[in-house]
T-cell receptor
Framework: NAGVTQTPKFQVLKTGQSMTLQCAQD?????MYWYRQDPGMGLRLIYY???????DKGEVPNGYNVSRLNKREFSLRLESAAPSQTSVYFC????????????FGNGTRLTVT | DQQVKQNSPSLSVQEGRISILNCDYT??????FLWYKKYPAEGPTFLIS?????DKNEDGRFTVFLNKSAKHLSLHIVPSQPGDSAVYFC???????????????FGKGTHLIIQP
C-alpha cells in the first residue's frame, strides 16, 4: 500500500534553474496539497487542489506553480529556483470529507545554491 | 501572527512516564484539532484528533484534552515508549469547512525525546 509517493527524494539546484516535484496518491482521494517545512517553522501550505481540475493558492504560493494532472497526480513546479526555496517539500492528500486527516508523502529535500 | 503555538521546542521524558505536549491557539473560529507525529526523513502521520464538541478523546496510550475557554489543548502519552521519540505537530482548522485541509494551520512542532 504505497499511499502518497513523492519524487525525487533529494535535489540540488542552482539559482535560476527549474524543476518539477512529482506526487501521486493511490487512495482515490479528492484533495491534494503541497507544503513546505523549514527549520523552526511548522508546515506551510503552498498550493492545494480540492478536486481534479481545480487548484488554489495557500499561504506561501509565490515562486511556485502546480498542476493537477488527474485525480492521482499533483505536481509542483519551481520555474526559477531561489535560495529561499531551500526546504523540505511534502505532498499530502485527504478524502476531503469533513475532518478527514491528511496523508503525507515522505518529502523532497531541496537545496538551492 | 502565529495562530497555533507550541511553546516547547523540545521535551525530554523518561521511558514509562507520562509525556504531556501542549498547544495554544488564538483563533476562536478553530473547531477541529489534530496531532501529527513525524519521524526524521518521513512525512508526518496522523495521530489523533478532537472536535470542539468534546473535551477529551482517547486512543490507546494517546489522549487529547481540549480546553476551549483557555484555547488550549494537550496530548498525553502514557506510558511513554522509546518509539514515541519524534516531532509532534499540533494543527487546527474551522470544523468541516468543506472538509478540505486548506484551512489547517500547523504549530512549529515539539521534539519529544524519550530517555531509556
Amino acid at each position: 500500500n504505497a499511499g502518497v509517493t513523492q519524487t525525487p527524494k533529494f535535489q540540488v539546484l542552482k539559482t535560476g534553474q527549474s524543476m518539477t516535484l512529482q506526487c501521486a496518491q493511490d487512495m482515490n482521494h479528492n484533495s491534494m496539497y503541497w507544503y513546505r517545512q523549514d527549520p523552526g517553522m511548522g508546515l506551510r501550505l503552498i498550493y492545494y487542489s480540492a478536486s481534479e481540475g481545480t487548484t488554489d493558492k495557500g499561504e506561501v504560493p509565490n515562486g511556485y506553480n502546480v498542476s493537477r494532472l488527474n485525480k492521482r497526480e499533483f505536481s509542483l513546479r519551481l520555474e526559477s529556483a531561489a535560495p529561499s526555496q531551500t526546504s523540505v517539500y511534502f505532498c499530502a492528500s485527504s478524502g476531503g470529507t469533513g475532518g478527514s486527516p491528511l496523508h503525507f508523502g515522505n518529502g523532497t529535500r531541496l537545496t538551492v545554491t | 501572527d502565529q495562530q497555533v503555538k507550541q511553546n516547547s521546542p523540545s521535551l525530554s521524558v523518561q521511558e514509562g512516564r507520562i509525556s504531556i505536549l501542549n498547544c495554544d491557539y488564538t483563533n476562536s473560529m478553530f473547531d477541529y484539532f489534530l496531532w501529527y507525529k513525524k519521524y526524521p526523513a518521513e512525512g508526518p502521520t496522523f495521530l489523533i484528533s478532537i472536535s470542539s464538541i468534546k473535551d477529551k478523546n482517547e486512543d490507546g496510550r494517546f489522549t487529547v484534552f481540549l480546553n476551549k475557554s483557555a484555547k488550549h489543548l494537550s496530548l498525553h502519552i502514557v506510558p511513554s515508549q522509546p518509539g514515541d521519540s519524534a516531532v509532534y505537530f499540533c494543527a487546527a482548522s474551522p470544523l468541516y469547512s468543506g472538509g478540505g485541509a486548506d484551512g489547517l494551520t500547523f504549530g512549529k512542532g515539539t521534539h519529544l525525546i524519550i530517555q531509556p
